[in-house]
């Protein structure tokens, strides 16, 4: 039996780490979100100065953190994934004038990070020798019906 997993205390080992103490949000949801983004982006995939932020207006925590050494800063949502997020909330964290990534947070920690933009952003084309054959295909069965 783990130390603590009966009385409803195995979640504050997280607050004792120097990054989530200072925060006080009451949501012990998306303290947990935060705290398994925040390891993700430090242990897994290497980010640089890597920090939370408390935005009492949206009653959630933001991280801010460098993909790269020198690299823009980047804004990081993390959320569970059975709450909801408003526009109003999105904008309040696009505001902030750093690149913005949700991450949606599941119960069994897996992380799915979407970037997001203020507007539409037209794709890039596609990259290649491409060639239309289903056009060219339609336009023979055409002109072998004439």
Request: aromatic share 4%; hydrophobic share 35%.
């Amino acid at each position: 039996k783990m130390s603590g997993a009966s009385d409803g205390t195995e979640a504050n080992w997280i607050l004792r780490h120097p990054q989530m103490k200072e925060l006080q949000v009451g949501d012990s949801e998306q303290i947990h979100a935060a705290f398994l983004v925040y390891m993700d982006l430090t242990e897994v995939r290497r980010w640089k100065e890597v920090s939370c932020v408390k935005i009492p207006d949206l009653q959630a925590v933001l991280l801010e953190a460098q993909e790269k050494d020198g690299g823009p800063v980047h804004t990081i949502l993390p959320l569970p994934v059975h709450q909801s997020l408003s526009h109003r909330s999105i904008r309040q964290a696009l505001d902030r004038g750093f690149p913005l990534l949700l991450c949606a947070v599941a119960s069994d920690s897996t992380l799915v990070y979407q970037r997001m933009t203020d507007g539409l952003v037209t794709p890039d084309p596609p990259v290649g020798p491409f060639e239309d054959v289903g056009r060219r295909q339609h336009r023979k069965r055409r002109q072998q019906q004439r």
